[in-house]
């Protein structure tokens, strides 16, 4: 039996290690993220430049009221009105949302397990999801949501007693729920409204005549606080109706036109089905993905012996999926607000999971370190020229690795040292990467320099993926041009002065491509995307390297005349 005073310093050195790898490259240009934080970026840099905070400002069309404008305020003020534009002043907010909402697990998994173990196990296994570290870090909208959704719930579960208050916790609970929707959208509203209906019925043990007497009130007293907030950008804002068409129709609205096949045909059969739409439960864990379904099993098992919380918490599950099943877009991003109450859940019933479950996940993770260090022997091979990783990178691969040999076979290791693998997992992912951002990703200073306050076009995919360069090429102007248009060196230096063009690895610029043309610099980049050949030959064959990195030149071009800017293609970019 593990000494508890010793279980104590575990877990303390276990939540440090959390925190340790949510900070840990989080300037990176390749970190897990989505690609919204480009459009998000580039709303944030306009609005900050033009020294007001409404209107939101975008060259984007119909982009310029995506989201409602916390994100953007939020944005501003850590980069101190834009001043210090960089990722990590950006991001770092995230990571802030993420670590309270971690610490509200910790307090209700205290308090509902009756020891603080349970505490952290709740919070490490929410920081241990894959999507917790994808979406909780990068500069987007899902942290703040994730924390101020979950907020009232936390608040009506660690204090029983606040389900009597008449006026003050509605109040207070419609100024979070508020929050939520000045982050993320009104829509939030539908789980808010129906995940409180479910609470305050269940507490009255679904006797609905009592529920309208002495609760309905104190629901519609939340949701219209909440409302009244987010009504407060149309009333601040100097074109609320462009508030209304971009987001309330385009952003809102549109998300129930199935775009094509009919409603009940995507809901069945597309790739936002309802399949697909539940699986992202699974998905979302990640590495804990098995410990998940067990989840689910020992739930349905337990059902009558379930504790008042538990069914609480999977009520407010439930309000979160049948709130986002609506909608003909569906996405698994729609339910991370669900995964803190799995995370409790799970640390709920820790012990009623199958060790078996454990260990099997803790293969899991040790096939994802082998990977890993197979990819970082490869890049290594493949960068002979000078030492990647060092012993610090070996060291946290034999640790990783000597943690989950000692936790398979010592059955009071294995529950302990799960969610602690799999953190080890992501910053062993991240340690890997670290030598590209540091080394082989950017650009030089000489470089940067030379393009200081001048044009450079570079290469997109995605819209306002060219903000990204801002970070890359700092005081340049940027513009982009899509991939699509499968421009080759000589046709940009027809059309730009100074250009970025990507190539295969080791593919070289020959004098013929473009005799006017000067290497400026060049860097190493990852694709994001790849087909379904490409990835068929990286899982197949192994050929990872081939497909994943990518070389890019920064190219000037002394070609003349230009092409004249109206026969070049609107830059869809934008």
Known sequence: MINPSR????????????????????????????????????????????????????????????????????????????????????????????LLTAALLFLLGRKLGGKAETGFVAALTFLAFFTTYRFGRPFLTNPPEVFWLFLPFFVLLY??????????????????????????????????????????????????????????????????????????????????????????IGENVGKFDPHGPSYLSKLLWSGSSLWSYSAAFLTNAGLLTLLVVALFFVSWQRR?????????????????????????????????????????????????????????????????????????????????????????????????????????????????????????????????????????????DLTQQAVQGKTVAVPCNFRAHDEGYRF???GANIVGYHESQHLNVAQLAQRYDLFAVQLPLQAMVSDSACADCTIMGERLDIRGRQSPDELRDMFLRGHVFEHLFIREVLMSSAVTPKLAPSTIPAEVCR
């Open 472 to 474: 890359l090429l700092p």
């Open 7 to 98: 279980l104590k310093y575990w877990y303390i050195a276990a939540v440090l290690l959390a925190v340790f790898t949510y900070f840990y490259g989080l300037d990176s240009q390749y970190i897990p993220k989505n690609g919204d934080e480009y459009p998000y970026e580039h709303i944030t840099r306009l609005t900050a430049d033009s020294g007001h905070l409404l209107p939101l400002q975008s060259q984007m069309e119909n982009m310029r009221n995506t989201k409602p404008p916390l994100l953007f305020w939020q944005g501003i003020a850590s980069t101190d009105g834009g001043k210090h534009w960089d990722l990590w002043d950006l991001r770092y907010p995230s990571v802030i949302y993420t």
């Open 159 to 248: 204090w029983p007693k606040t389900f009597q208050s008449r006026l003050l916790v509605p109040v207070l609970l419609g100024v979070s729920i508020g929050l939520a929707f000045l982050y993320k959208s009104f829509a939030l509203g539908l789980p808010a409204t129906l995940g409180l209906t479910a609470w305050y019925l269940h507490q009255r043990q679904y006797r609905l005549l009592e529920f309208i007497k002495h609760d309905a009130l104190k629901v519609t007293i939340a949701i219209c606080v909440a409302v009244a907030m987010f009504g407060l950008w149309f009333a601040f804002d100097p074109d609320p109706m462009a508030v209304w068409k971009e987001f309330i």
């Open 304 to 444: 009558r012996e379930m504790s008042n919380a538990e069914r609480l918490l999977w009520l407010w599950i439930a309000a979160l999926f049948f709130s986002f099943l609506l909608p003909s877009q569906r996405s698994g991003r729609y339910l991370l607000s669900a995964m803190p109450a799995v995370a409790l859940l799970c640390a709920l019933n820790w012990q009623h999971i199958s060790r078996k479950v454990f260990i099997a996940t803790l293969l899991l993770c040790g096939a994802a370190v082998l990977g890993l260090a197979m990819l970082a022997m490869r890049l290594q091979q493949n960068m002979s020229d000078e030492l990647l990783y060092g012993l610090g990178f070996w060291s946290l691969i034999a640790i990783t690795a000597c943690l989950i040999s000692v936790a398979l076979f010592v059955s009071e290791l294995t529950r302990l040292a799960v969610n602690v693998v799999a953190l080890l997992v992501l910053l062993t992912f991240a340690a890997v990467l670290h030598p590209l951002d540091e080394r082989y990703s950017l650009y030089n």
